[in-house]
């Protein structure tokens, strides 16, 4: 299993916008093959910075299957635009 992790920074004002578009874009990456589950997390400090969590089967089931597909560039058009600056996603494995 592999974890993504990215800290999404949300333009001021957009927020519920965002989370409206987010609740559509969850059926997108759902429905993925490779796919096993995602949280969205809103900081309480900052509430225009999110946290989101996905956990793939494989990392190539996120970076060939998921980023190469038709399905990501709808991701794209639904969350790109409200990313300032544009979020960097790392990749984890559960060592214990």
């Known amino acids: 299993m592999i974890l993504e992790s990215a800290l999404l920074q949300v333009t001021q004002g957009d927020t519920t916008a965002f989370e409206k578009d987010f ?21 309480l ?3 225009t910075d999110y ?3 996905v956990q793939w089967k494989t990392l190539e089931a996120h970076t060939e299957g998921f980023r190469k597909s038709d399905a990501y ?3 794209k058009t639904l969350l790109h635009h409200y990313y300032n600056p544009f979020p960097k996603v790392k990749h984890f494995t559960r060592i214990i």
């Not at 759902?30 to 589950?37: E, L």
């Open 23 to 43: 609740a559509t874009a969850s059926k997108i990456i759902s429905a993925m093959p490779g796919y096993i589950s995602h949280e969205l997390h809103k900081c």
């Open 45 to 47: 400090e900052d509430s």
């Open 51 to 53: 946290l989101l969590l």
């Open 73 to 75: 560039e709808n991701w």
